[in-house]
């Protein structure tokens, strides 16, 4: 008896020690967020202190001129916040729209070479992104999508359109066929099967596929940095947030922690769905 | 038998066709971009220069004929092999912890999510802000157990060490997630049967669980593994390639050659290399995943 309790009290503390390890880091940068600049650089580590919104104002552009410790400098953080709002959700919208159908067919028909398509929209996860970049770079250039809402939206379909795909027809084949065969039987149509009886049903599964995928989308980097200039999504703002020469660890603390607000946001929400759409492909 | 009867007839044809259609045209956009992208590593093309000549594997031969160039494909696949393996033993532990019956386990599960959803490229900065030499609070740490003035992403030999150490932390949770999954469906019968026949505790994890759970395994270790060999977002986020070549992975390499160096057609070729070691990597990879769901079956 006193072993199964030493076992569990060992158990309990490698588990609180797993938690610790995950945590640690994002407390420990939601905490800077909210320190002074010398408390961020202060050696030991400052873990007690008097918490700011300054670095939050500075980000945001609201501080006071003069008032916070980077002078007149601007960052505008809204702009890129609402940038990558925008190509997320315009990507989802989209990949929603090409999706959903191309879901419900692989799931439902049967055709020759159904395997092969299912397979090769499956590849597109594992696609060099900065291979399809070089180009792609060039022929926006060329013909002036570089730079805009909708050249991005589109790019990004690169990372959303399979994934909707993807976790859509297992959705699908989730649902009973003999659900439609009884709606076909009452004379419904195709289309309207479609939409009448398998979209409702669909519904909290298409709800997690989306939210997994604006996660994703919001998520990405190299698009961005390399396609855009002022439409820039969070994740390149960021980056532009470490300055050269100004030690801006502060502010960047603080983007940080805005970058990474709605992805934790979301698996608030949605934490049932996101599990089997994070092992997206692995497991069905 | 009611459903082929659905799907037959030419109004079935075009609603297949009509469903498909709009996501082949959207994906097959990027077919043809990378059948361009592969003609670009065959010419000397340069941005901003409108002369392109056809130099058919001229690109190739001079990157074969760099040091440099096999640098970064060993780079390439030292990072990525040896964060997955960490990643799989680590993630199998996790799991395996997980999957007991404390009551924190089924707490604290949500928590082990947390990496995996946040951007890629604000971990790599939040690492590098907590890396610092000076200041970091990880040397902080290291320093209570004697270790002082750790060099992280500022010094050649430990930067590997470093964004290894990154790709783990980040990563390591979809291996949990993915075992753990796995570990679910042994069922109990099995590990009962095991039981009786009196194999202890670490005998029933290594002749019972791990050969049922390696199917899930590999599985998780294919998918990290290709995403390991692209890595882009963690290492321009904290090293960018240096400190001089240590963490200069073929992604990072061909970024710089076609949009610093201005050599859009080597830069193709760069990654058409970076294409090709993924996609062998991941042909050995199915194949031991079938060799393995074989012999559970």
Known sequence: MLKGKLTSLVLNFLILAVVFVMAFPIVWIVMNSFKEAADINAYPPVFRFDPTLENYKVLFDIADAEASSYGTLKVEFFKPVINSVIISAGAVLLSLIAGVPAGYALARYNFRAKEDLAFFILGFRFAPVLLVIIPMFQFFQAIGLYDSYFGMIWVYQLITLPMIIWLCRSYVEDIPVEIEEAAAICGAKRPQIMLQVVLPLLRPGLVGAALLVFLLAWHNFALGLILTAEKTPVTVALLKLLNPGISFYPVVSAGLVVSMIVPIALIILGQRHLERGLTFGALK | ?297
């Open chain 2, 1 to 297: 038998m009611m459903r082929e009867g659905v799907n037959r007839g030419r109004s079935g044809r075009t609603f297949l066709l009509i469903s498909l259609l709009p996501a082949i045209l959207i994906l097959g956009g990027f077919i043809l971009l990378f059948f361009w992208g592969f003609y670009q590593s065959l010419t000397d093309m340069r941005f901003g220069r409108a002369r392109v000549d056809f130099e058919g594997l001229g690109n190739y031969a001079r990157l074969f004929d760099r040091g440099r160039f096999w640098d970064s494909i060993s780079t390439t696949t030292i990072y990525a092999f040896t964060a997955v393996a960490c990643e799989a033993v680590l993630g199998l532990a996790i799991a395996k912890l997980f999957n007991t019956r404390t009551l924190l386990a089924k707490w604290c599960r949500p928590v082990i999510l947390l990496p995996l959803v946040l951007p890629p490229l604000s971990v790599a900065l939040m690492w590098t802000t907590m890396m610092n030499p000076e200041t970091g609070v990880l040397n902080y740490f290291l320093s209570f157990i004697g270790i002082n003035n750790f060099g992280w992403i500022s010094k050649a030999d430990t930067a590997m060490f470093a964004v290894v150490f990154i790709d783990v932390w980040t990563f390591t949770p979809f291996f949990a997630l993915i075992i753990f999954a796995g570990l679910r469906g042994i069922s109990p019968e099995i590990i009962e049967a095991g039981r009786m026949n009196g194999a202890k505790a670490w005998g029933l994890f290594f002749r019972i669980e791990l050969p049922m759970v390696l199917p899930y395994i590999i599985l998780a270790a294919l998918f990290r593994l290709i995403d390991s060999l692209n890595q882009f977002d963690i290492i321009f986020g904290t090293t960018q390639g240096g400190p001089g070549n240590a963490t200069n992975v073929l992604s990072i390499s061909a970024y710089f050659t076609a949009f610093q160096n201005l050599q859009f057609g080597r830069g193709a070729a760069i990654m058409i290399v970076n294409w090709f070691v993924v996609l062998v990597s991941a042909l050995v990879m199915v194949k031991l995943w079938r060799y393995t769901r074989k012999r559970v079956s």
